[in-house]
């Protein structure tokens, strides 16, 4: 019977509110521009509205999470009238100077591509890479499972909430930012093991 890591395992603590940004503004956006530009690997995720109807194509993304190892910055698309975060997102993700890690990134980089043009550069998607022999690609409730010994917590109910609407709820921007930041955490572990071993 399989284990129940829920219930066996301590949760993970996620990032906290206060290190979280949303970037809503010019002087924001310059901000988060400066941090990313700095970092050598960042953690990345999307959100997209979820869709329902059979053949309806979804119109995302509405967030973009780029993680640092202290702060997890979030990007409303389409919440700024203007191009500010298109193009700091643009100089970041096309940038083959710095690493972007995530978990199940194909899709997130069709539709940057197709939505904002944006050709992103130089990613590791972790479900693959950090798989062991496994068929199956690697999640990051199961790699925070193995690597943390932690419980991830996912609800379903916060991942198909409407993540296109121009407030987000504290619960959204944490379990976005968590998204980004908890990849960021175990590309480093994972790669400190891998030079130990």
Not at 79 to 97: C, F, N, R, W
Not at 103 to 109: A, E, K, P, S, V
């Given at each position: 019977m399989p284990l129940d890591t829920d219930q066996?395992?301590?949760p993970y603590d996620g990032i906290a509110l206060s290190e979280v940004r949303m970037v809503k503004t010019a002087?924001?956006?310059?901000?988060?521009?400066?941090?990313?530009?700095?970092?050598?690997?960042?953690?990345?995720?999307?959100e997209s509205k979820p869709t329902f109807l059979k053949g309806e194509v979804s119109t995302g993304p509405h967030l973009v999470q780029l993680a640092t190892d202290d702060?997890?910055?979030?990007?409303?698309?389409?919440?700024?009238?203007?191009?500010?975060?298109?193009?700091?997102?643009?100089?970041?993700?096309?940038?083959?100077?710095?690493?972007k890690v995530g978990?199940?990134?194909?899709?997130?980089?069709k539709r940057l591509r197709s939505k904002l043009g944006i050709d992103t550069a130089n990613v590791l998607d972790l479900s693959t890479a950090m798989r062991r022999n496994e068929k199956n690609p690697l999640g990051a409730k199961t790699a925070v499972a193995r690597h943390f010994g932690q419980a991830l917590q996912k609800s379903k109910r916060i991942t198909t909430t409407n993540w296109a609407m121009p407030r987000l709820s504290e619960k959204q921007i944490l379990y976005a930012a968590?998204?980004?930041?908890v990849a960021l955490k175990l590309y480093r572990h994972w790669r400190a093991t891998q030079e130990a071993s």
């Open positions: 066996v395992l301590p002087t924001d956006a310059a901000e988060a521009l400066a941090a990313l530009s700095q970092a050598d690997v960042l953690g990345f995720d999307t702060i997890a910055y979030l990007f409303q698309i389409g919440a700024v009238p203007g191009t500010i975060e298109t193009s700091v997102l643009k100089a970041i993700l096309e940038s083959p100077a710095i690493l978990f199940g990134l194909l899709d997130d980089i968590d998204d980004a930041h």
